[in-house]
């Protein structure tokens, strides 16, 4: 794929996040969630793509744009077929209540590539380069913690573990405090948070718990750009969910490693900031038409890391109006 596809993903989550931060705080998720998707659109209609979405905003009669199965880009003779990823605003509730760690994100792969992964929950666990191949999901979590701090040269009392807050976790909670560890509780926004795993500025060293498969996905294909380690298992909670596995095949049972959810070397990454986070700051607002954002864009053949900060006139760029 053109290595130049990775500045233009970026172009994609900056539209989204300036759409979405507009309803920063203001207790509407929906219209948050709305105003990202809308952005996202107009991007991908100016990239020389055919793209694929196989992991969107639900089914074709759920959600009228970026649907799973709808193709977008230019989709001209001779445009790059890809395989797309997208959560326009992951975290929802985070804009609408103005907390951090919301972002737009995007991953992309030839296609054939990206795992259809269902709409249902994942077992998840995520570490940096550094502790990667020492740690499986089937482990208890205390070898989890024990494997990762020695990768790391650290005592499980100086590691950071990073679990997202709700109930279903309590158990792997108590056996974190148990082992010695220190805990980071987040109310929203995994993919986010995985990605942190792999940067020492952020401080957390693993993330653990039970999030959204298909967000698995889009931080499975960021943690191959920058050399970590994903794991997951798909936990299916109703009959329902379990029949749709086995209508797509997917074995509920097995262990989905990295090549498992995003398949051979070509992959890319976007992320843009909706609101502050661990990883990337937030939209900003500066007054005359003028914003300020914050990306993250990757790419996995090369490895290559770019923060991106972007001033954008807004008067001048009709994408950006909303």
């Known amino acids: 794929m053109d290595r130049n596809l990775a500045i233009d993903l970026v172009r994609v989550t900056e539209t989204a996040s ?15 969630d709305q105003a990202g998707v809308d952005g996202m659109r107009k ?60 972002i737009a994100v995007v991953a992309m792969a030839p296609r054939g590539c990206l795992l259809n992964a269902p709409d249902m929950y994942m077992d998840k666990i995520a570490v940096g380069p550094k502790a990667a191949g020492r740690v499986h999901i089937n482990h208890s979590v205390t070898e989890n913690l024990k494997a990762t701090a020695e990768a790391l040269g650290k005592s499980i009392d100086d ?31 995994d993919v986010a948070t995985a990605l942190a795993t792999c940067f020492d500025h952020t401080g957390i060293d693993i993330m653990l718990g039970i999030g959204g498969a298909p967000e698995g996905v889009i931080a499975a294909a960021a943690m191959k750009c920058m050399g970590g ?13 379990r029949e749709r596995c086995i209508k797509m095949g997917v074995d509920v049972n097995k262990v989905l490693y990295m090549n498992d959810l995003v398949k051979g070397d070509e992959a890319y990454f976007a992320a843009t900031g909706i609101s502050d986070g661990d990883l990337l700051k937030g939209v900003v607002y500066t007054g005359n038409g003028t914003a300020r954002t914050h990306s993250l864009v990757m790419r996995s053949e090369t490895g290559t890391i770019r923060f991106i900060e972007a001033i954008h006139k807004l008067n001048k760029k009709p994408e950006y109006a909303y």
Do not use: W
């Open 18 to 32: 300036l759409g979405a931060a507009k309803h920063l705080g203001r207790g509407n998720k929906i219209a948050a």
């Open 43 to 102: 991007m991908f209609d100016t990239l020389d793509i055919e793209g694929v979405v196989v992991i969107g905003e639900g089914e074709m009669d759920e959600a009228p744009m970026l649907y799973i199965g709808e193709v977008v880009g230019a989709k001209g003779e001779g445009s790059t077929k890809v395989d797309i990823a997208v959560d326009p605003v992951e975290g929802t509730n985070a804009v609408a209540k103005g907390t951090p760690n919301a």
């Open 159 to 189: 590691l950071t573990v990073t679990i997202l807050d709700r109930p279903r976790h309590e158990a792997t909670i108590r056996e974190c405090r148990e082992a010695g560890a220190r805990i980071k509780l987040f109310s929203d926004g």
């Open 229 to 241: 380690d994903f794991q997951g298992k798909l936990v299916p909670f109703t009959d329902e969910e």
